[in-house]
């Protein structure tokens, strides 16, 4: 198992008061994406398992296009990786954005 770590610096904060939210299920080809409320609104960190060693660069891209492009401040992000394509996790990640934001069931 890889393990992954990225603090980044986050110019938009998450909108919303959910304190957490999760997304996806770890499966063949899938991940299961959870995010928690408890960092400053301008940081953002992702921690990352993954059976797919490698691949850091790939995650390192996929995670600070998200957190240039959607609201991740304040948000503490871990993601358990069942082998996913950066499209899929580029998904998950907006999906759990979107929920934690209350813009989703």
């Known amino acids: 198992m890889e393990r992954l770590s990225y603090t980044l610096d986050a110019p938009i904060p998450a909108g919303g008061t959910k304190p957490r939210a999760i ?8 991940l299961e994406v959870l995010l ?3 960092l400053a609104p301008d940081r953002c960190t992702v921690e990352i398992a993954t ?5 850091g660069e790939v995650w390192a891209a996929v995670v600070a296009d998200f957190v240039a492009r ?3 401040g304040g948000l503490r992000i871990a993601i358990n990786d069942g082998g996913a394509r950066p499209d899929t996790v580029a998904l998950r990640l907006a999906q759990g954005a979107r929920l ?6």
């Open 70 to 72: 959607r609201g991740a």
């Open 51 to 55: 059976a797919a060693h490698g691949f």
């Open 100 to 105: 934690i934001a209350g813009d989703a069931p």
């Open 23 to 30: 997304v996806g299920v770890v499966a063949s080809g899938n």
């Open 36 to 38: 928690e409320r408890v």
